[in-house]
Structures are given as structure tokens and as C-alpha cells.
């Protein structure tokens, strides 16, 4: 027998001619001060055309460092240390992992042959050029473009991601674009130059639910009419469900499950996707069972409006002026969670400001019961009054990175109202701290340690803790958790419910997320254009509402169930 047959030769696979990027056993490690960190771990994966790959996981997970690897756009501690990324040519193969920061390939391909969506636009984009000139000199640069073709080009751009009026728009500032209208200004940069492949990475984390939902349609409808491969980054399982082709799930920097969508969904293997899957179906459900409230509310809102503008200007002339709270009347129980849900510009952050008298009300009435004596009506109130009335309604922020001085320890941090108010000084306040710490699950000891040692989760604990502080009896939780991966979310929700089982606390819960006023709350009111337009129980809000743009705004909620998409048959509001 001859070494040839006794040998058994076999065939090398063609490479698959849909696959336009392919990423083998990728690592990439950050050097810090006393460690190396080893961020992504032997990850690969492939993009088709026409197909989006979900990358989903929570903060800290690797992904966003993952896609911005793809693009060598790395802090520079941080470098590849292992693997390859292979975009393929109708010709050629590039490994992109090799190539210098600034080489003319890697310039050539960053913006031209892929397109990056980044998750916030306000930091994306120039504020002191307009949105116009910013697409022009990303035509001019890959497509070589004249002033003329490359600003025609830009408005059917605009036009094509459906921005109203853009032979107007395309001269006009970051400033003067809404949310939504920024977002799709940044994915017509991406498309300038017509990649082979678009990375979203969190491109709707920042949006309230209606133009998520706007802006995922453009992204697929885009994708589809271009043939693109897509790589969406996202920690919301809904979307995921709602858009995913594939989905990989990254944990620990390493890619621990991955395959269709459907088999995800309904046939997870590993622990960390059902543990995600679990906290997404939680929130779908009403943990609440408060009976009917009876008896005298805590808080009475009667008529309340707020009008900014309107005022007179120079030479006369008066400014516009703008009626962001308009005959906002509603009553708030003891023990009671009220919901306020809208999208942005709706009013219910305004709303929550004029009840807390931090913003003045135009017009209207807010009566509190919940101290000794008399009801006090609260926009009468003085310095004094207010200083009192503050004592017993607290705010708990959205931002738990922005709302804690990185100065302060901790135990200054929860202490300060303490401290201000004259409750506890010494002694006294470090022991009443430790004892707020223990209540919302963190560990005493912890206090002289500075904000930036703390998770998101824990950071929003230490938030609740100084609310806290001075024993309340209504809480403004402004989009607490909105800043929250879904599994914290859920633990943050359960500990606000576990407090309240504690202490005679109520709620106003101000959100644009659905699920999480479905979950955590008893009634809701739901306003557009400073109205409250319905208010109901939170079963009956978001399984059956009346008013038209309460369904709008309920079909446009991702349905964490591929096999169930919501959002493809949701409801179009026309005011």
C-alpha cells in the first residue's frame, strides 16, 4: 500500500460565502496600575450578511470592548494579545488584529467598509459644528465626494432615516435635535460610506420605548434593504428577541452561550442565560398586591400646571412659551405605588420636580397629610416649611454614578441629610449609617470607602440608604433603575418592595420602562404633552388600555419572546 492512500486526506470547507467578518478565539487584556485585566477571553463568532448577531450580557460583561476591538478603537492600556478578526473581500482576507492604530487600511475600514452606531449621541456627535457638515466630511473622506454631491447625498441620508424636513435639518446643531433625532442623525453618519457591516452598540439604552421601538425599525429596515451584516450590543433581552438572528451571551469577557435566537430563548443551557432570561420574565409579571387604598390620601395634586416661557423679551415681544405640566390632578395613599409613564418630553420628570416645590408650579395644588397636625399645602410653603416637608419626601435619582460626590466617603455620603438636618452628629450618625447600610443590603464596614469602589447596583443602594436617611413617607424614585442592567434592576425593584413591607413608605415610581411600572407599581398615570391622558391599575394600564396613546405606547414594549413579536403589529399614535 502506497503512504499516499494509506494516509486519509480531508477536504478543507470553503469558506462560507455569507460570513463578512469572522472573529477566531479573540483576547484582548487592559494593563492597569497592579494587574493585568484580562477583558475578552478566546471569543469568536461570525457576522452574515443580512443577519444581526446580538451580543448580549451585563455591564462589565466584555462586550462593548469586544465590538470596539473589531475596530481598534481601544483605550491605550489595552491590546490584543491573542486571536484574529477576518473581514473578507470579494478578493481578499484582511486580519484587522495585526494592523497599526492609524494605518491607511485600518482608517479605510473604520467608517468605510464598517459602520459603528455608538450608544450616546450627545457624545458622539460635534456640538459646535452642525449634523450636516459632520455626514458631508465622512462622504467626502470615503466616497471622495464634491461640497455639492456629498451635502445632496447627506439630505437623502437624512431622508432616508426618516428625519423630518431635511433640507432644513442638515444646518441645523446637536442641541436642536431631539433623542430620537440625534440617534438617527448618528446612524446616517454610520451608513455615509454604505458598509458591508453596521455595530449598534446600546444604540437605544438612552430612548424611551417609542423610539426605541422607531429606531430598531430603521436599523432592520436599513439592514435589509442593504444587505449589511449587523452586530447589535445590547443587556435587554427584549430587544434581543425582537431582533436577533443569533445571539451570543458573554459573561466574564467570554462567550458562554451562543446559537439562534429561538434555541436561546426557549432551550438556554447555560446558567448565566436563564438567570438573564428569568430576571426579563420577572419584570412581565405585577409583584404587587395591595388592596384598593381607602381613607385619606398621603398626597393630593389638584389641577397642578407648570409653564416655561411665555414671559416678556426685549423690544416688547414675548417668548414662547412652552406648558410642560397642563391640569395634573391625581391622589397618592398610604403604602401606595403610584406610576408616572410617558415618553421623554412628556412631563413626568417636571411633574415630579414641582411635588418635591424644587421647580415652582404655574398654577394648582399640592396638599400633604402625611405629618402631625394640619394637611400643609405645599406651594404656600417658606423656607422653613419646605425644609420640614423635605424631611418627609425624598428623591431617590436616575444616575447612580452622577448623584454621589466621588469625594465623599460613603458614610458622609448617607450622613449628610443626618448631619444637616441636626438628627445625629458623632457617634450617634456613624452607628445610624451602618444600621441604613445593613437595611438596603450592604455591608457596614464599607462606609469610609469612596463611591467608585461600588458597582452600578450598589451605587443606587447607597443612593436609597441616604433617602432614607430621615425616615420619609414618600419616596420620587426618577427612573431609578433605568441606569440598571435587567438582573440588578430586578434586585433594586425587590428591595424598594421589601423596604416598603418595612416602613411606612409610598411611592411615586416616574419611568419610561413599562415592565418595571408593571412590576413594581399598584396604579398608573400615563402622560403625553404634559396630560395625563389615563390613569388605572397597573394590570389594567398594560393589558388593556383605553386610550389611544396608552396603546401605542404598550405595543411598542419588546416582548422577551422571539416567537411573539410585539413590536412588528404595534400601534402608530397620530396626535
Given at each position: 500500500?502506497?503512504?499516499?492512500?494509506?494516509?486519509?486526506?480531508?477536504?478543507?470547507?470553503?469558506?462560507?460565502?455569507?460570513?463578512?467578518?469572522?472573529?477566531?478565539?479573540?483576547?484582548?487584556?487592559?494593563?492597569?496600575?497592579?494587574?493585568?485585566?484580562?477583558?475578552?477571553?478566546?471569543?469568536?463568532?461570525?457576522?452574515?450578511?443580512?443577519?444581526?448577531?446580538?451580543?448580549?450580557?451585563?455591564?462589565?460583561?466584555?462586550?462593548?470592548?469586544?465590538?470596539?476591538?473589531?475596530?481598534?478603537?481601544?483605550?491605550?492600556?489595552?491590546?490584543?494579545?491573542?486571536?484574529?478578526?477576518?473581514?473578507?473581500?470579494?478578493?481578499?482576507?484582511?486580519?484587522?488584529?495585526?494592523?497599526?492604530?492609524?494605518?491607511?487600511?485600518?482608517?479605510?475600514?473604520?467608517?468605510?467598509?464598517?459602520?459603528?452606531?455608538?450608544?450616546?449621541?450627545?457624545?458622539?456627535?460635534?456640538?459646535?459644528?452642525?449634523?450636516?457638515?459632520?455626514?458631508?466630511?465622512?462622504?467626502?473622506?470615503?466616497?471622495?465626494?464634491?461640497?455639492?454631491?456629498?451635502?445632496?447625498?447627506?439630505?437623502?441620508?437624512?431622508?432616508?432615516?426618516?428625519?423630518?424636513?431635511?433640507?432644513?435639518?442638515?444646518?441645523?446643531?446637536?442641541?436642536?435635535?431631539?433623542?430620537?433625532?440625534?440617534?438617527?442623525?448618528?446612524?446616517?453618519?454610520?451608513?455615509?460610506?454604505?458598509?458591508?457591516?453596521?455595530?449598534?452598540?446600546?444604540?437605544?439604552?438612552?430612548l424611551d420605548v417609542t423610539t426605541q421601538a422607531e429606531i430598531l425599525d430603521l436599523i432592520k429596515r436599513l439592514q435589509v434593504e442593504r444587505g449589511m451584516a449587523m452586530l447589535l450590543i445590547t443587556h435587554d433581552m427584549g430587544v434581543v428577541a425582537e431582533v436577533a438572528d443569533e445571539v451570543a451571551v458573554m459573561h466574564f469577557g467570554r462567550i458562554v452561550e451562543q446559537g439562534p435566537v429561538d434555541d436561546i430563548f426557549h432551550d438556554a443551557r447555560h446558567p448565566y442565560t436563564r438567570r438573564l432570561l428569568a430576571s426579563t420574565v420577572k419584570l412581565e409579571q405585577n409583584r404587587r398586591a395591595a388592596p384598593a387604598p381607602t381613607g385619606e390620601p398621603v398626597l393630593s395634586v389638584r389641577n397642578l400646571n407648570k409653564v416655561f416661557?411665555?414671559?416678556?423679551?426685549?423690544?416688547?415681544?414675548?417668548?414662547?412659551?412652552?406648558?410642560?405640566?397642563?391640569?395634573?390632578?391625581?391622589?397618592?395613599?398610604?403604602?401606595?405605588?403610584?406610576?408616572?409613564?410617558?415618553?421623554?418630553?412628556?412631563?413626568?420628570?417636571?411633574?415630579?420636580?414641582?411635588?418635591?416645590?424644587?421647580?415652582?408650579?404655574?398654577?394648582?395644588?399640592?396638599?400633604?397629610?402625611?405629618?402631625?397636625?394640619?394637611?400643609?399645602?405645599?406651594?404656600?410653603?417658606?423656607?422653613?416649611?419646605?425644609?420640614?416637608?423635605?424631611?418627609?419626601?425624598?428623591?431617590?435619582?436616575?444616575?447612580?454614578?452622577?448623584?454621589?460626590?466621588?469625594?465623599?466617603?460613603?458614610?458622609?455620603?448617607?450622613?449628610?441629610?443626618?448631619?444637616?438636618?441636626?438628627?445625629?452628629?458623632?457617634?450617634?450618625?456613624?452607628?445610624?449609617?451602618?444600621?441604613?447600610?445593613?437595611?438596603?443590603?450592604?455591608?457596614?464596614?464599607?462606609?469610609?470607602?469612596?463611591?467608585?469602589?461600588?458597582?452600578?447596583?450598589?451605587?443606587?443602594?447607597?443612593?436609597?440608604?441616604?433617602?432614607?436617611?430621615?425616615?420619609?413617607?414618600?419616596?420620587?424614585?426618577?427612573?431609578?433603575?433605568?441606569?440598571?442592567?435587567?438582573?440588578?434592576?430586578?434586585?433594586?425593584?425587590?428591595?424598594?418592595?421589601?423596604?416598603?413591607?418595612?416602613?411606612?413608605?409610598?411611592?411615586?415610581?416616574?419611568?419610561?420602562?413599562?415592565?418595571?411600572?408593571?412590576?413594581?407599581?399598584?396604579?398608573?398615570?400615563?402622560?403625553?404633552?404634559?396630560?395625563?391622558?389615563?390613569?388605572?391599575?397597573?394590570?389594567?394600564?398594560?393589558?388593556?388600555?383605553?386610550?389611544?396613546?396608552?396603546?401605542?405606547?404598550?405595543?411598542?414594549?419588546?416582548?422577551?419572546?422571539?416567537?411573539?413579536?410585539?413590536?412588528?403589529?404595534?400601534?402608530?399614535?397620530?396626535?
Amino acid at each position: 500500500m502506497s503512504v499516499q492512500s494509506a494516509v486519509e486526506l480531508k477536504p478543507v470547507a470553503a469558506p462560507d460565502p455569507q460570513v463578512v467578518l469572522a472573529v477566531e478565539n479573540l483576547s484582548l487584556d487592559f494593563r492597569l496600575r497592579t494587574e493585568i485585566l484580562h477583558a475578552v477571553r478566546d471569543v469568536s463568532f461570525t457576522l452574515k450578511r443580512g443577519q444581526t448577531l446580538c451580543l448580549v450580557g451585563e455591564s462589565g460583561s466584555g462586550k462593548s470592548v469586544t465590538a470596539r476591538a473589531l475596530l481598534r478603537i481601544i483605550d491605550k492600556n489595552g491590546a490584543i494579545t491573542g486571536g484574529r478578526i477576518l473581514l473578507r473581500g470579494k478578493h481578499a482576507e484582511i486580519d484587522i488584529a495585526p494592523l497599526t492604530e492609524r494605518s491607511r487600511e485600518l482608517l479605510r475600514i473604520r467608517g468605510g467598509r464598517i459602520g459603528l452606531v455608538f450608544q450616546e449621541p450627545m457624545s458622539s456627535l460635534s456640538p459646535v459644528h452642525t449634523i450636516g457638515s459632520q455626514i458631508v466630511e465622512a462622504l467626502r473622506l470615503h466616497r471622495r465626494m464634491d461640497k455639492a454631491a456629498a451635502r445632496a447625498e447627506t439630505i437623502e441620508l437624512l431622508r432616508q432615516v426618516e428625519i423630518p424636513n431635511p433640507e432644513k435639518m442638515i444646518d441645523r446643531y446637536t442641541f436642536e435635535f431631539s433623542g430620537g433625532q440625534r440617534q438617527r442623525a448618528m446612524i446616517a453618519m454610520a451608513l455615509a460610506a454604505d458598509p458591508e457591516i453596521l455595530i449598534a452598540d446600546e444604540p437605544t439604552t438612552a430612548l424611551d420605548v417609542t423610539t426605541q421601538a422607531e429606531i430598531l425599525d430603521l436599523i432592520k429596515r436599513l439592514q435589509v434593504e442593504r444587505g449589511m451584516a449587523m452586530l447589535l450590543i445590547t443587556h435587554d433581552m427584549g430587544v434581543v428577541a425582537e431582533v436577533a438572528d443569533e445571539v451570543a451571551v458573554m459573561h466574564f469577557g467570554r462567550i458562554v452561550e451562543q446559537g439562534p435566537v429561538d434555541d436561546i430563548f426557549h432551550d438556554a443551557r447555560h446558567p448565566y442565560t436563564r438567570r438573564l432570561l428569568a430576571s426579563t420574565v420577572k419584570l412581565e409579571q405585577n409583584r404587587r398586591a395591595a388592596p384598593a387604598p381607602t381613607g385619606e390620601p398621603v398626597l393630593s395634586v389638584r389641577n397642578l400646571n407648570k409653564v416655561f416661557g411665555g414671559t416678556p423679551g426685549w423690544f416688547g415681544s414675548a417668548t414662547f412659551a412652552i406648558k410642560a405640566v397642563e391640569d395634573v390632578s391625581f391622589d397618592l395613599h398610604a403604602g401606595e405605588n403610584l406610576g408616572i409613564v410617558g415618553e421623554s418630553g412628556s412631563g413626568k420628570t417636571t411633574l415630579g420636580r414641582l411635588i418635591l416645590r424644587t421647580v415652582e408650579p404655574t398654577s394648582g395644588s399640592i396638599l400633604y397629610r402625611g405629618g402631625e397636625g394640619e394637611p400643609v399645602e405645599v406651594t404656600a410653603l417658606g423656607k422653613r416649611g419646605l425644609r420640614a416637608y423635605h424631611r418627609d419626601v425624598r428623591l431617590v435619582f436616575q444616575d447612580p454614578f452622577a448623584s454621589l460626590n466621588p469625594r465623599m466617603t460613603v458614610k458622609q455620603i448617607v450622613g449628610d441629610p443626618l448631619y444637616v438636618s441636626g438628627a445625629s452628629r458623632g457617634a450617634a450618625l456613624e452607628k445610624r449609617v451602618g444600621e441604613l447600610l445593613e437595611f438596603v443590603g450592604l455591608d457596614p464596614l464599607s462606609m469610609e470607602r469612596y463611591p467608585h469602589a461600588f458597582s452600578g447596583g450598589q451605587r443606587q443602594r447607597i443612593g436609597i440608604a441616604r433617602a432614607l436617611a430621615l425616615d420619609p413617607k414618600v419616596l420620587i424614585a426618577d427612573e431609578a433603575t433605568a441606569a440598571l442592567d435587567v438582573s440588578i434592576r430586578a434586585q433594586i425593584l425587590d428591595l424598594l418592595l421589601d423596604i416598603q413591607k418595612r416602613l411606612p413608605l409610598s411611592f411615586i415610581f416616574i419611568s419610561h420602562d413599562i415592565s418595571v411600572v408593571r412590576y413594581f407599581c399598584d396604579r398608573v398615570a400615563v402622560m403625553h404633552r404634559g396630560r395625563v391622558v389615563e390613569m388605572g391599575t397597573a394590570e389594567e394600564i398594560c393589558t388593556a388600555p383605553k386610550a389611544a396613546y396608552t396603546q401605542s405606547l404598550i405595543s411598542a414594549v419588546p416582548n422577551p419572546d422571539p416567537r411573539h413579536k410585539r413590536m412588528l403589529h404595534r400601534t402608530r399614535f397620530r396626535a
